[in-house]
């Protein structure tokens, strides 16, 4: 669950200024369950959490295991109002996403323009994360011959891990944390590092601030328990497989992270055109939008060839399949699913309306006053990007190269060198 604050800012007439957040919830496939305008989060939230309950119970589908958020996670004492909201779920693990945790870690940097900054966040990621040893040695494997087939001499699996990309070690590779100790050991060792002489740059400005670091530190310290994996939960899904160098290489799709939240949020600002919108066109975009992402999400997810069709109107492929069954006796979108029977629950600006007293315009296509709304509207300030591309970029991995070779023990910038070895050369998980 993600919310931001950015989107909110194209509400235009009488809705301007109404909505503070646009709070999102995601499932382990990247698709957006809900999405929601709120006045006000905290118990602005409770009618959506409730609805999403009994989405699940009505659905006969399990209750979620583990839910990832930016805040609210963890409590010295008690529960809290987080977990007590989705009370409906008593089992519900609430713990706290961890690219989130390591921006907060960041804040206690002078600047991210820092020559250090990068090489800090990948040691931070090697800190909380270890690669499953047999992953990696397949990928090296594979990468390996790949090379070797392309004309290159024979390489050590230092030289093969200079190769080796963010995007492949995500989608070929498992992560799991270290533990509570491990992790809490090797981030005070490299913040113990850094923050002396070695955390300097080429021009002897330190890449953290000392005091605003200890402070950060000993606040965010609790958190350390919150952003482990939990027992005997399946984070990765393996989503097929792909033939690399004559290796055979796994696929898979991690539950762990917020990125596709973030990108759906990203995108959603660019795909409501133009700087401002009134709330009849900013729910319209905002409902294609939904219908669109969850689509790709969904296509993405899974193992088969995508369909030649390629149409997001579920009206149309519907109409398709029970057409080309009567005559040929198959679907041609064979994992096409109708849509259910609406449940009720108010989606976007109908869910802040709710809360402010007002009410949605007619939304029916063949309303006049629709129409007239639709054909004013001005799309020139569109951007070119719509954002129903697919977002895998898991932003926690970083420095590939630096996270598996045991050798690279220093963090080099210009002319001055932080020694790091004690976490630089942080080995797989065997």
Same mark, same amino acid.
């Given at each position: 669950?993600?919310?931001?604050?950015?989107?909110?800012?194209?509400?235009?007439?009488?809705?301007?200024?109404?909505?503070?957040?646009?709070?999102?919830?995601?499932?382990?496939?990247?698709?957006?369950?809900?999405?929601?305008?709120?006045?006000?989060?905290?118990?602005?939230?409770?009618?959506?959490?409730?609805?999403?309950?009994?989405?699940?119970?009505?659905?006969?589908?399990?209750?979620?295991?583990?839910?990832?958020?930016?805040?609210?996670?963890?409590?010295?004492?008690?529960?809290?109002?987080?977990?007590?909201?989705?009370?409906?779920?008593?089992? %519900? =693990?609430?713990?706290?996403?961890?690219? &989130?945790?390591? $921006? +907060?870690?960041?804040?206690?940097? @002078? #600047?991210?323009?820092?020559?250090?900054?990068?090489?800090?966040?990948?040691?931070?990621?090697?800190?909380?994360?270890?690669?499953?040893?047999?992953?990696?040695?397949?990928?090296?494997?594979?990468?390996?011959?790949?090379?070797?087939?392309?004309?290159?001499?024979?390489?050590?699996?230092?030289?093969?891990?200079?190769? %080796? =990309?963010?995007?492949?070690?995500?989608? &070929?590779?498992? $992560? +799991?944390?270290?533990?509570?100790? @491990? #992790?809490?050991?090797?981030?005070?060792?490299?913040?113990?590092?850094?923050?002396?002489?070695?955390?300097?740059?080429?021009?002897?400005?330190?890449?953290?601030?000392?005091?605003?670091?200890?402070?950060?530190?000993?606040?965010?310290?609790?958190?350390?328990?919150?952003?482990?994996?939990?027992?005997?939960?399946?984070?990765? =899904?393996?989503?097929?497989?792909?033939?690399?160098?004559?290796?055979?290489?796994?696929?898979?799709?991690?539950?762990?992270?917020?990125?596709?939240?973030?990108?759906?949020?990203?995108?959603?600002?660019?795909?409501?055109?133009?700087?401002?919108?009134?709330?009849?066109?900013?729910?319209?975009?905002?409902?294609?939008?939904?219908?669109?992402?969850?689509?790709?999400?969904?296509?993405?997810?899974?193992?088969?060839?995508?369909?030649?069709?390629?149409?997001?109107?579920?009206?149309?492929?519907?109409?398709?399949?029970?057409?080309?069954?009567?005559?040929?006796?198959?679907?041609?979108?064979?994992?096409?699913?109708?849509?259910?029977?609406?449940?009720?629950?108010?989606?976007?600006?109908?869910?802040?309306?709710?809360?402010?007293?007002?009410?949605?315009?007619?939304?029916?296509?063949?309303?006049?006053?629709?129409?007239?709304?639709?054909?004013?509207?001005?799309?020139?300030?569109?951007?070119?990007?719509?954002?129903?591309?697919?977002?895998?970029?898991?932003?926690?991995?970083?420095?590939?190269?630096?996270?598996?070779?045991?050798?690279?023990?220093?963090?080099?910038?210009?002319?001055?060198?932080?020694?790091?070895?004690?976490?630089?050369?942080?080995?797989?998980?065997?």
């Amino acid at each position: 669950m993600d919310s931001t604050k950015k989107i909110t800012k194209k509400l235009a007439g009488t809705a301007k200024g109404t909505g503070l957040w646009l709070t999102s919830v995601g499932n382990e496939f990247g698709q957006v369950l809900i999405s929601v305008l709120t006045a006000q989060e905290g118990a602005g939230l409770d009618r959506m959490v409730d609805g999403l309950v009994r989405r699940y119970q009505e659905a006969g589908v399990d209750p979620p295991a583990v839910l990832y958020v930016d805040c609210g996670c963890c409590t010295d004492v008690g529960e809290t109002k987080l977990k007590a909201r989705f009370r409906g779920w008593p089992e %519900l =693990t609430v713990k706290l996403d961890i690219w &989130h945790f390591m $921006r +907060r870690i960041a804040v206690g940097c @002078t #600047t991210d323009a820092h020559q250090l900054y990068p090489i800090f966040m990948s040691r931070i990621s090697a800190c909380i994360f270890e690669w499953d040893a047999a992953d990696v040695s397949l990928l090296r494997q594979a990468k390996r011959a790949l090379l070797m087939s392309q004309g290159w001499p024979a390489l050590t699996d230092a030289d093969v891990n200079k190769h %080796l =990309t963010r995007e492949e070690l995500a989608l &070929h590779c498992r $992560r +799991r944390t270290r533990g509570e100790e @491990t #992790t809490i050991l090797l981030l005070e060792q490299l913040l113990t590092e850094l923050m002396s002489n070695k955390g300097n740059d080429s021009l002897g400005v330190p890449l953290l601030d000392k005091e605003r670091m200890g402070h950060i530190w000993s606040v965010q310290k609790k958190h350390i328990k919150c952003i482990q994996d939990p027992p005997g939960v399946v984070l990765y =899904t393996e989503t097929g497989s792909i033939t690399k160098g004559g290796v055979l290489l796994r696929t898979y799709r991690c539950a762990r992270d917020s990125t596709s939240l973030e990108s759906f949020h990203l995108h959603l600002n660019r795909f409501i055109p133009g700087y401002s919108a009134n709330s009849l066109i900013f729910q319209i975009y905002l409902l294609e939008g939904l219908n669109r992402w969850n689509q790709d999400r969904e296509a993405a997810s899974l193992a088969s060839e995508p369909s030649a069709l390629r149409s997001y109107t579920g009206e149309l492929v519907h109409c398709v399949n029970c057409n080309f069954e009567k005559l040929f006796g198959r679907k041609v979108v064979p994992n096409f699913c109708p849509p259910a029977r609406y449940t009720g629950e108010l989606i976007g600006v109908q869910y802040l309306f709710q809360q402010t007293g007002q009410a949605l315009q007619n939304m029916n296509p063949d309303c006049e006053q629709t129409a007239e709304l639709i054909e004013d509207l001005n799309v020139d300030e569109r951007e070119e990007d719509e954002g129903f591309c697919d977002i895998s970029e898991d932003h926690t991995i970083v420095d590939p190269e630096a996270a598996l070779s045991p050798s690279s023990s220093t963090l080099r910038s210009g002319s001055s060198t932080a020694v790091t070895s004690s976490v630089a050369s942080l080995p797989v998980s065997t």
